[in-house]
């Protein structure tokens, strides 16, 4: 299994400020996610944060609201930026382990103003 | 579009019954299945992965999995207060690295 951290663990913010949610692995993994959460609704894809290149984003997400770096193995980061209302949400980081089984970070709660 | 469904409940079991959750999905090219359980205000945690069909015994926990017919189960006995939660299904397609996720059965087990 991979253990798995974030921070920060909740924040509120103001609307058109950015917010940087870092995600640490305990050990290298090779794919990496972020979700988002929203009340009461499932998990959806923002993108798979890809270890030297830029992340791959799915459809409706896109790098200048969601930036997203990976500089190694075991860490990335999601910005959340220029935010709004509609971004809150829970954002939870995800990686693979080695037999390719996703695990969970705690999530970061964000609740934008 | 490639989905999975599941009934979004609540589903309330009486505690020490067997709770019986079902997903189905539309991809046949679907090869690993997993179940989560999630909590309020909680991640989501992995409880079960299953990869053939028949029958995948964990503790309490049994997956069921029948790819003719699409769909995947988790039973859970002898069902305890401690077990109501969010179950989400998740499906991950051979050669790909998406999960895809049901919208998830909340499960409610009366004391």
């Known amino acids: 299994s991979a253990v798995i951290s974030q921070k920060p663990s909740r924040d509120i913010c103001q609307r058109g400020t950015s917010l940087t949610i870092q995600c640490q692995v305990d050990s290298q993994v090779t794919m990496m996610f972020w979700y988002r959460q929203q009340p009461g609704q499932s998990l959806t894809l923002i993108a798979t944060a890809n270890q030297g290149s830029e992340a791959t984003y799915e459809s409706g997400f896109v790098i200048d609201k969601f930036p997203i770096s990976r500089p190694n193995l075991t860490f990335s980061t999601l910005t959340v930026s220029n935010m709004s209302p509609e971004d809150s949400s829970i954002y939870l980081c995800s990686a693979w382990d080695r037999e390719e089984t996703q695990y969970f970070g705690p999530g970061t709660r964000l609740l934008v103003l | 579009q490639k989905e999975v469904e599941q009934n979004s409940g609540p589903l309330s079991v009486p505690e020490g019954a067997i709770a019986s959750l079902n997903c189905t999905y539309s991809?046949?090219?679907?090869?690993?299945f997993f179940w989560y359980r999630q909590y309020s205000g909680k991640s989501p945690e992995l409880i079960m992965s299953?990869?053939?069909?028949g029958d995948k015994e964990d503790g309490r926990f049994t997956a069921q999995l029948n790819k003719a017919s699409q769909y995947v189960s988790l039973l859970i006995r002898d069902s305890q207060p401690s077990d109501s939660a969010t179950y989400l299904c998740?499906?991950?397609?051979?050669?790909?690295?998406?999960?895809?996720f049901g919208t998830g059965t909340r499960l409610k087990v009366l004391a």
């Open positions: 998740a499906v991950n397609t051979e050669g790909t690295y998406k999960y895809i």
């Open positions: 991809d046949r090219g679907s090869q690993s």
């Open positions: 299953i990869y053939s069909n």
